[in-house]
Nanobody, 128 residues
């Protein structure tokens, strides 16, 4: 099992920044990649960014590309999401997720159903 704990959410004004962290523990060696997703009220969970543990290859949704940066610290088993130039439409609960360690292609990493372990989520609210 992999346990994930997110932190770093909060309330910020439009144009501001936040950095989310996701600490992974347990059988982290079984995962190839980590993803960040978000879910706003009444909407489906959507992909934000993903990163592979080994090469640090990154993937971004068009909606966050150029504003958000995903990174990882392998020694700490922690993944970060630096969010800059935040907009009110970025308001959502943000979740980190660990993939199962196989079939970790571009399409799969953008799909919530590919991931097998999820954190509890952290609220991000951007005021206008």
């Amino acid at each position: 099992q992999v346990q994930l704990v997110e932190s770093g959410g909060g309330l910020v004004q439009a144009g501001g920044s936040l950095r989310l962290s996701c600490a992974a523990s347990g059988r982290t060696f079984s995962s190839n990649a980590m993803g960040w997703f978000r879910q706003a009220p009444g909407k489906e969970r959507e992909f934000g960014a993903a990163i592979t543990w080994s090469r640090g290859r990154t993937f971004y949704a068009d909606s966050v590309k150029g504003r958000f940066t995903i990174s990882r610290d392998n020694a700490k088993n922690t993944v970060y999401l630096q969010m800059n130039s935040l907009k009110p439409e970025d308001t959502a609960v943000y979740y980190c997720a660990a993939d199962p360690g196989y079939n970790s292609g571009d399409y799969a990493l953008r799909t919530p159903m590919h991931y097998t372990h999820w954190g509890q989520g952290t609220q991000v609210t951007v005021s206008s």
